[in-house]
């Protein structure tokens, strides 16, 4: 059974950072891309990044550049954002996702506050 399971969300000061984990199970992970969406109420879900863990090839979206790293932890099965210099903007509950499949986790909140 695929899961995936977010965690390290919180509230932070803007300017602030913080790690968000996908613990991942139930596939083989390294022959898959790890997405990371974000979705704020009345707004449609986003991309983030994404990371193909079969060559390491990475995505972000312009509105994160420079600010958020993707990695992944084969042998943890986990894939791992790390967000700096946090704006309210990026205020949003953050998802992952095993492309091309219909398989999320369950969100973890990520609140900035200004």
């Known amino acids: 059974e695929v899961q995936l399971v977010e965690s390290g969300g919180g509230l932070v000061q803007a300017g602030g950072s913080l790690r968000l984990s996908c613990g991942t199970s139930?596939?083989?992970?390294?022959?898959?891309?790890i997405g990371w969406f974000r979705q704020t109420p009345g707004k449609e879900r986003e991309g983030v990044s994404s990371?193909?863990?079969?060559?390491?090839?990475?995505y972000y979206a312009d509105s994160v550049k420079g600010r958020f790293t993707i990695s992944s932890d084969n042998a943890k099965n986990t894939v791992y954002l790390q967000m700096h210099s946090l704006k309210p903007e990026d205020t949003a509950v953050y998802y992952c996702?095993?492309?091309?499949?219909?398989?999320w986790g369950q969100g973890t909140q990520v609140t900035v506050s200004s």
């Open positions: 139930g596939f083989t992970f390294d022959r898959y891309l």
């Open positions: 990371i193909n863990n079969d060559d390491g090839s990475t």
């Open positions: 996702n095993l492309q091309g499949t219909n398989f």
